[in-house]
Nanobody, 125 residues
Framework: VQLQASGGGLVQAGGSLRLSCAASGRTFSWSFMGWFRQAPGKEREFVATIKWRGGHTYYADPVKGRFTISRDNARNVVSLEMNNLEPEDTAVYYC???????????????????WGQGTLVTVSS
């Protein structure tokens, strides 16, 4: 299984970007697919995740109201629409997927078994 992330780039504060993550290889029934980010010198942190069946979404407080996560079950793609970006959103963004993970674990990167390569998002002030 491979996760391929795309859509990062440079944007001014207040701008928007859309990240996508496509899963390929063997077909699994994901429990959650989501996004984490890691800024220089900081630990990887949870951004958002979506329950594959049902589509329930969960967000980190700093991105609530600005970011929207969605998924396309048929294409095995998860997307992250990021609006009103702030310089503090600058980071490498990683998509991740899990199988059989329970809800209480969604904020823990160690509970996601599959990771894509990072895509850099830079927000200038």
């Amino acid at each position: 299984v491979q996760l391929q992330a795309s859509g990062g780039g440079l944007v001014q504060a207040g701008g928007s970007l859309r990240l996508s993550c496509a899963a390929s290889g063997r077909t699994f029934s994901w429990s959650f697919m989501g996004w984490f980010r890691q800024a220089p010198g900081k630990e990887r942190e949870f951004v958002a995740t979506i329950k594959w069946r049902g589509g329930h979404t969960y967000y980190a407080d700093p991105v609530k109201g600005r970011f929207t996560i969605s998924r396309d079950n048929a294409r095995n793609v998860v997307s992250l629409e990021m609006n009103n970006l702030e310089p503090e959103d600058t980071a490498v963004y990683y998509c991740a997927a899990s199988i059989g993970m329970i809800l209480s674990s969604i904020y823990d990167p160690g509970k996601y078994g599959y990771w894509g390569q990072g895509t850099l998002v830079t927000v200038s002030s």
